[in-house]
């Protein structure tokens, strides 16, 4: 019960975290340079064919009318048509945010897959020579920028060594695996490097602890106190960064969608970007803003787990 209360809680929490959302959404798009109807029809837009595209899009009334609208829209599922692609935007981001999905979801697998174990190891090594290896080399994913990092991964897997695509999704479930794995680990680079070195602190700190020396004296074997005892309580603050992180996995996916041409939709929202589309660029960012607290909302969730005195 105290769990599902807590569940409840956190569910009630994130309404006025989506209202929010929205106001933020509506006002940040808007204070975009240049308007939508110019975008559409070009450098020799007349001024009676700019007032018919605004009086089309509801541009024209006062802005107090246009959020109401917006607000009605969006909890319709009707997030609009877009400007540039004449499709509606629920369709574009369907086709669009699951390539995203994936990516973020393999970078988040590779992070936890290097992250972990090299944490264990680090932890253990403490002060050694295959500590200062690990965290020196993590040390260079966190100096160097996303973009950067892709770059220098397409240059030399892709364009030299030729292991991995330059670009693209692939068709089969397959081969979309293997066009995205070098975008994923661009992404995982990074962001491993941030669970590494705190998991690597936790650890630390964990193994120490009086509870730890209890599991010891009672002789149960290393494998179980360090999967029972270390790994959940040291899991705890670690969770809690990897939910904060996705906002910036997802942030870091419309640059690397960008450089390995990924069709994902970080890359529509550069390009919504650059043509003034409204439309695709407020459902874009409603739709990844609710998935961040979709995953807030998981990560508290198996964090009231791991840690049932969340939950109290």
Same mark, same amino acid.
């Given at each position: 019960?105290?769990?599902?209360?807590?569940?409840?809680?956190?569910?009630?929490?994130?309404?006025?975290?989506?209202?929010f959302i929205l106001v933020v959404t509506f006002v940040l798009v808007r204070l975009l340079p240049g308007d939508p109807a110019s975008a559409m029809l070009g450098d020799r837009a007349i001024d009676a064919d700019v007032e018919r595209i605004n009086a089309s899009l509801g541009l024209d009334k006062p802005i107090p009318v246009q959020f109401l609208y917006f607000v009605k829209n969006v909890f319709t599922g009707d997030l609009g048509t877009s400007i540039a692609l004449k499709l509606p935007v629920t369709t574009i981001i369907m086709q669009r945010l699951p390539v995203t999905l994936m990516l973020t979801l393999m970078a988040a697998l590779l992070a936890l897959i290097l992250a972990v174990p090299l944490a264990f190891l680090a932890a253990l090594k403490r002060e050694q020579t295959a500590d200062a290896v690990i965290r020196g080399t993590f040390q260079v994913g966190l100096s160097m920028p996303v973009f950067?990092?892709? @770059?220098?991964?397409?240059? +030399?897997?892709? $364009?030299?060594? &030729?292991?991995?695509?330059?670009g693209g999704y692939g068709d089969t479930?397959?081969?979309?695996?293997?066009?995205?794995?070098?975008?994923?680990?661009?992404?995982?680079f990074s962001f491993s490097a941030?669970?590494?070195?705190?998991?690597?602190?936790?650890?630390?700190?964990? @193994?120490?602890?009086?509870? +730890?020396?209890? $599991?010891?004296? &009672?002789?149960?074997?290393?494998?179980?106190i360090m999967t029972?005892?270390?790994?959940?309580?040291?899991?705890i603050s670690t969770v809690t960064l990897f939910g904060l992180q996705i906002g910036t996995l997802f942030g870091g996916a419309v640059i690397t969608e960008t450089v390995f041409a990924v069709p994902g939709?970080?890359?529509?929202?550069?390009d919504s970007i650059y043509g003034r589309d409204y439309p695709v660029l407020q459902?874009?960012?409603?739709?990844?803003?609710v998935l961040v607290s979709l995953t807030f909302l998981a990560t508290d969730i198996f964090q009231a787990w791991l840690d049932p005195r969340v939950a109290r």
């Open positions: 019960m105290p769990l599902f209360s807590f569940v409840l809680r956190r569910i009630l929490q994130m309404i006025p975290t989506v209202v950067y990092v892709g @770059i220098l991964m397409l240059t +030399v897997f892709g $364009a030299t060594l &030729k292991w991995f695509p330059v479930f397959a081969d979309r695996l293997y066009h995205l794995f070098l975008p994923a680990l661009t992404l995982a941030v669970l590494m070195r705190n998991l690597r602190s936790s650890i630390i700190g964990v @193994i120490n602890a009086e509870y +730890v020396d209890f $599991a010891r004296a &009672k002789g149960l074997r290393p494998r179980i029972r005892h270390v790994l959940r309580n040291a899991l939709a970080g890359r529509l929202m550069i459902g874009l960012t409603i739709a990844l803003a």
